[in-house]
C-alpha cells in the first residue's frame, strides 16, 4: 500500500464536499442581536466605538427588530439608556422607563417573529454605574440587590419580556427572581443567566454605549478572568436555582471555559460576543489588515464549535443575510 494511507485532504478536495462533511454550522436562528434604545433621542445616536451601532429612538429601534426578524435572527436583547439616574436605578422598574416601553413595543412589534429579550441588570440606571446598590462602606450589597432584581423581572415581564437576561452576578440572584416571577404568575418567562461573567478589559465600547457611570471596577462581583472552574461552579449554581439557559460571557477570550460549561449542564449554553470583541474586527478591517466578513463569520463559528447553542453579537443580522 502506497504512503500515505491516511489521506484526509479528501474531504476538502470541492466546495460541495466540503459543505456535505462541515462538523460546525453557523444559523440565523442560532443569533441573537443586542439593541440599545436611548430616552430622549431625536435621532440615532451612532457609538463611536462600535462602527455601524447606535443608540436607537423608539422609531428606530422597531425598525432594527424587525430588520432582525427578516433576516431570520432568533431574538433580539434590549438595553435601555435613562436620561435620569439615581442610586438606587429607580426608573429600571418604572413602567413608563425606557426599557419596559421600549419592551413593549417590541413585544408587540416583533414578539411572534423573535424571542424579545431584556438586560436585567441595574448598571444602566444608576448614578455610580455599578450593577447593584451600594451598601454605606460605597460596596455592593448582594442582597438589597436581589430585591431590586426582582422589582425588574416583575417590571419587564409585565412588560411583555419573554426572556429575562440577569447579567448583574449577584449571588442567589437566579432563584431570587424566578421565586418573584412565579408568585405574580410569570412561571413561563424564560431566565437567562450570565454565569459565566468575567471582570475583563472587552467592555470598553459597551460603556460608551449605554452612558456608563461607572467609578472603580466590578470586581467584587465579575469573575476573575484566570479562573476556568469558577466558571463551571458558577453555572452549575444558576442551573440548580432554577436558570433555563447559562451564558458565558465574553466569548472569544473564554472559548475553553464555554466549552467546559457545556461539557457540565443539561440546558442551553448561549455566549455574548462582547463589543470589545467586535470593535477590534471593526477596526483591523477598517484598516485593511484583515478580511471583515471572514473574521466575522470564523469567529462565529469558533464560539459555535466551542460548544455556544446561540450567540449574542453585533453583527448577527448582516450575518444572518451572508448565512441565508
Not at 433576516?71 to 422607563?97: C, E, K, N, Q, W
Not at 413595543?105 to 441595574?122: M, N, R, Y
Request: hydrophobic residues 45%; aromatic residues 6%.
Amino acid at each position: 500500500m502506497s504512503f500515505p494511507v491516511h489521506r484526509p485532504r479528501r474531504l476538502r478536495q470541492s466546495p460541495a464536499v466540503r459543505r456535505l462533511v462541515s462538523e460546525t454550522d453557523v444559523v440565523p436562528r442560532r443569533l441573537v442581536l443586542p439593541l440599545f434604545v436611548r430616552e430622549g433621542l431625536a435621532e440615532p445616536s451612532p457609538i463611536s466605538s462600535m462602527p455601524g451601532v447606535v443608540q436607537h429612538t423608539m422609531d428606530s429601534l422597531r425598525r432594527a427588530a424587525t430588520d432582525a426578524a427578516e433576516a431570520g435572527v432568533g431574538g433580539v436583547m434590549l438595553f435601555g439608556v435613562p436620561a435620569v439616574r439615581d442610586a438606587t436605578g429607580s426608573g429600571a422598574d418604572d413602567p413608563d422607563g425606557i426599557l419596559n416601553v421600549a419592551t413593549a413595543a417590541l413585544a408587540q412589534e416583533v414578539g411572534d417573529a423573535l424571542v424579545v429579550q431584556t438586560d436585567l441588570c441595574l448598571d444602566e440606571f444608576t448614578d455610580h454605574g455599578h450593577c447593584g446598590v451600594l451598601a454605606a462602606d460605597g460596596s455592593v450589597d448582594n442582597d438589597a440587590t436581589l430585591e431590586r432584581y426582582a422589582a425588574m423581572a416583575l417590571a419587564q415581564a409585565r412588560a411583555g419580556s419573554a426572556m429575562l437576561g440577569l447579567s448583574g452576578m449577584m449571588d442567589g440572584q437566579v432563584g431570587h427572581v424566578r421565586a418573584a416571577l412565579d408568585a405574580e404568575g410569570f412561571t413561563d418567562t424564560l431566565i437567562l443567566a450570565y454565569s459565566a461573567k468575567y471582570a475583563g478589559a472587552f467592555y470598553g465600547p459597551f460603556r460608551e454605549a449605554v452612558d456608563s457611570q461607572l467609578k472603580g471596577d466590578r470586581r467584587t462581583y465579575q469573575m476573575d478572568p484566570g479562573n476556568g472552574r469558577e466558571g463551571i461552579r458558577e453555572a452549575l449554581l444558576d442551573v440548580e436555582e432554577g436558570a433555563d439557559i447559562v451564558m458565558v460571557k465574553p466569548a472569544l477570550p473564554y472559548l475553553d471555559v464555554l466549552a467546559d460549561v457545556r461539557a457540565s449542564v443539561d440546558v442551553p449554553v448561549w455566549a455574548y460576543q462582547v463589543s470589545g470583541e467586535y470593535a477590534m474586527v471593526e477596526a483591523a478591517a477598517a484598516n485593511g489588515w484583515i478580511d471583515r466578513r471572514g473574521a466575522i463569520l470564523e469567529s462565529l463559528t469558533a464560539i459555535r464549535r466551542a460548544g455556544a447553542d446561540v450567540t449574542l453579537t453585533y453583527w448577527a443580522a448582516e450575518a444572518a443575510r451572508w448565512l441565508r
